[in-house]
């Protein structure tokens, strides 16, 4: 039983604790880190690298406040170098896996792109995901509505779109349910809680997936 009375979600799978905030949550809302031989600390987010794993929120302050005030030398209990763009980086290899997953669920037939085929999707309820890139054309957004209790992906570029969809630049998206849509809706959240994204919508200081 969670804490307020209300029965935890089994499907949430197991949990970690945040070195960071000291919250526990879904290991899929962290990410996860190791250190190498060199004692750098590198970021794991496919949670496959060798080593003790460390999770920190999927959350740009927390990670960058785990590297900079030694939150990982104090989990590790030892001396390790956290880089000061560990949070970039972060953002740069969740941005790649949304990008991947895209990729696949396009090749399975799961996903497309083009504001009719979206829109299509969107009036048969086909999709169960809008995804619409940052930097896109704001009046052509307003156009398409998130299905109902769907998902909204909108922190991608129409380049990170592109590369996903095999195009040059791609504002609109959809996903059908089933296959890896669950898996895309999990690392895009998580990847929006890293990205840093322009009052305009367009993405900041954060790097591509390239």
């Known amino acids: 039983m969670a804490r307020g009375g209300q029965q935890k979600n089994r499907e ?32 794991d987010v496919m949670g496959k690298l060798p ?6 929120a999927a959350d740009r ?12 030398t104090r989990a590790a209990k030892a001396q390790v170098n956290a880089p000061a763009t560990l949070a970039d980086d972060v953002e740069t290899q969740l941005a790649r896996r949304v990008v991947d997953l895209i990729s696949l669920a396009r090749k ?18 086909v999709a169960e995901v809008l995804i619409q890139a940052a930097d ?4 052509g957004k307003t156009k ?22 095999g195009r040059q630049n791609v504002v609109h998206g959809a996903l059908a349910s089933g296959g890896l849509t669950k898996r ?13 994204i322009t009052a305009a919508g367009v993405v ?4 591509t997936a390239t």
């Open 12 to 43: 949430d799978g197991p949990e970690r604790k945040c070195i960071a905030t000291g919250e526990t949550q879904p290991k899929y809302g962290l990410v996860r880190f190791v250190v190498g031989p060199d004692a750098t600390v590198y970021p």
């Open 51 to 56: 080593g003790r794993g460390m999770y920190v």
């Open 61 to 72: 302050k927390a990670i960058t406040k785990a590297a900079t005030k030694g939150m990982f």
């Open 108 to 125: 399975s037939g799961d996903a497309v792109t083009g504001y009719e085929k979206v829109k299509d999707w969107l009036s048969k309820e």
């Open 136 to 139: 896109g054309s704001g009046r």
């Open 144 to 165: 398409l509505s998130t299905p109902h209790y769907g998902s909204y992906i909108g922190w991608l570029t129409t380049e990170e779109l592109g590369l996903a969809f």
């Open 184 to 196: 895309v809706v999990e690392e895009a959240q998580r990847l929006k809680g890293v990205r840093e």
């Open 204 to 207: 900041g200081k954060g790097k």
